[in-house]
């Protein structure tokens, strides 16, 4: 990712953070799909600010 523009990395940050947070709220996730999305949303809350 290095050499890549700061506003592409904050978009593909904030398409991927709409992916994690529409499957961690959705009302026909699966207890996996439930889960993984939980996981995924606190991996991206430890990554973000680097």
Same mark, same amino acid.
Request: net charge negative; charged share 10%; proline share 6%.
């Given at each position: 990712?290095?050499?890549?523009?700061?506003?592409?990395? $904050?978009?593909?940050? =904030?398409? %991927?953070?709409?992916?994690?947070?529409? *499957?961690?709220?959705?009302?026909? $996730?699966?207890?996996? =799909?439930? %889960?993984?999305?939980?996981?995924?949303? *606190?991996?991206?809350?430890?990554?973000?600010?680097?």
């Amino acid at each position: 990712m290095k050499g890549t523009p700061a506003h592409i990395l $904050a978009q593909c940050g =904030i398409d %991927a953070f709409t992916h994690l947070s529409e *499957a961690y709220l959705s009302r026909s $996730a699966s207890p996996l =799909i439930y %889960a993984l999305s939980s996981i995924g949303l *606190a991996l991206f809350v430890e990554a973000w600010p680097n």
